[in-house]
């Protein structure tokens, strides 16, 4: 295999591999600080971490405030002293070796008021900014701020085109690079447009060439692009490493740090994940983000895919196809169906999916009493971890409402993710990840065919990298 060499990043020259960040609690300061020390970059991921207590122990993170904008304000201040922690943890175990970045959702509810108080909080601990899940555009104006890179998450040219042209233009110099992030192949959120197949995978090396040759008209020439989704053994990318046409290369790995000594994730994680088959990983819609994510495929993702089987449209008035009468909530309030549904409706009922809720889709979805308790409540207690979510209607701006419906068939994606990323006392660990929200890349199925992993084997982040350093 080609060897690969270092690439300059924020003034250091650093292994052009990158640790990528990973949402509530998973791509942590340890594991961050580990990457840093192995000659890397390591990702720190803002999304709500962790912070401690005098005695070392996690903080819960529970919310007190009546409305949904308190609550949003509680989980700021979380946040912040989260990444603040987490930032000072990575910093002492890198050692000063490597470069630590940390990692934002642009999306993420209070996503500029988070990142500006670690950065007020952690002076000099973090050495650059990562920011994907919609388009960042203010991601310039807060590096310019604290003098610090920053490397734009996008899934096209067309989209760094966007954001050059409108704000990234403005600070060239900053630019560290760009995540090229494969929408079909990536874990967690993945940035798929309209007009891309979710099931037909583009090859990702005319993506990324039409990307530099997009950087290239604005003389980003020698600024790296970060292949980001997909990446496994680099004898499989040899073709792209000191290849002219595309420049300089670097490697973002989010899943297989995964399993490693450092990853906090939970122990029945790191089983589930040796033992994936091809396939196992589902591309889905049902992220009350609305972006297409990528999860391991469980009961968890089953649930939604059949509550949103379980639908029917309905109208408020009688007519145009809608001539069967049907009572909705408690208080049977009429709607009308289609009377081709009502044969359907009934076998649901009898199956005991007996509660009928709306959607902003004027459709009607079918579930147990239970899972609508637990939908209405879940959506009654939202804490604003979205700047835009599909499924309570909360929005961060004023009215604090989309003024569209609450969505029942998508969920509350920071309590799957607390919970899954911190299992309750006494809880099997077995079934909580299986029915909770267990983001990974499409490639995770390897870690039960990779020889590395032979007999359950689990490496520490220093072995991990050394490992891909050669290639296999």
Not at 46 to 75: F, M, W
Not at 366 to 383: G, H, K, N, W, Y
Request: proline share 7%; with cysteine; aromatic share 10%.
């Amino acid at each position: 295999m080609k060897s690969i060499d270092t690439l300059r990043f924020g003034g250091q020259d650093v292994l052009p591999l990158i640790e990528g960040g990973k949402g509530v609690s998973v791509s942590t300061g340890v594991s961050a600080g580990h990457w840093a020390a192995a000659g890397g970059i390591g990702t720190i991921s803002a999304v709500n971490a962790d912070s401690y207590d005098q005695d070392g122990k996690p903080i819960p993170q529970i919310y007190h405030g009546r409305t949904r904008r308190e609550r949003q304000q509680e989980l700021i201040r979380y946040a912040i002293d989260g990444g603040i922690a987490q930032a000072k943890i990575a910093h002492d175990i890198s050692g000063g070796k490597g470069r630590i970045n940390v990692n934002i959702l642009w999306e993420m509810g209070g996503a500029e008021e988070v990142i500006t108080g670690i950065l007020e909080g952690a002076p000099s601990l973090v050495h650059g900014l990562t920011c994907g899940a919609g388009m960042p555009y203010r991601l310039s104006d807060i590096a310019v701020r604290f003098g610090i890179p920053y490397y734009p998450i996008i899934s096209s040219g067309r989209a760094f085109n966007a954001l050059w042209r409108r704000a990234y233009s403005k600070a060239p110099e900053l630019l560290g690079g760009v995540v090229y992030e494969d929408p079909w192949r990536a874990g967690g959120h993945n940035g798929l447009s309209n007009t891309e197949n979710p099931l037909s995978p583009e090859d990702p090396y005319p993506r990324v060439l039409e990307l530099r040759r997009v950087m290239r008209n604005y003389g980003l020439d020698e600024t790296p692009i970060i292949m980001a989704g997909g990446v496994w053994h680099l004898e499989e990318w040899q073709d792209w490493i000191g290849n002219p046409e595309l420049g300089p290369i670097a490697f973002q790995f989010g899943t297989r740090p995964l399993l490693t000594q450092e990853s906090p994730i939970p122990d029945a994680w790191k089983r589930r994940l040796l033992t994936l088959k091809k396939g196992d990983v589902y591309l889905n819609r049902f992220s009350p983000t609305g972006f297409y994510s990528s999860a391991v495929k469980n009961s968890f993702l089953n649930d939604l895919r059949e509550r949103s089987e379980r639908q029917v449209p309905y109208s408020q008035e009688s007519g145009d196809g809608y001539e069967a009468s049907y009572g909705v909530g408690a208080r049977k309030r009429e709607v009308f169906v289609p009377a081709a549904d009502r044969p359907r409706i009934a076998e649901w009922e009898a199956a005991g999916f007996t509660e009928a809720l709306r959607t902003p889709d004027d459709t009607l979805v079918f579930v147990t009493p239970e899972s609508s308790r637990e939908i209405l409540a879940d959506q009654t207690a939202c804490m604003g971890c979205l700047s835009q979510c599909r499924f309570s209607n909360w929005m961060q701006k004023e009215p604090y409402t989309t003024g569209q419906k609450a969505d029942p068939r998508s969920f509350c994606i920071q309590k799957t993710l607390q919970t899954i990323s911190h299992i309750p006392p006494g809880a099997d660990e077995d079934v909580v990840m299986d029915h909770n929200l267990m983001f990974g890349g499409t490639n995770a199925w390897r870690f039960g065919t990779d020889p590395f992993y032979a007999n359950g084997f689990v490496p520490t982040v220093g072995q991990l990298v050394e490992r891909i350093l050669t290639g296999r």
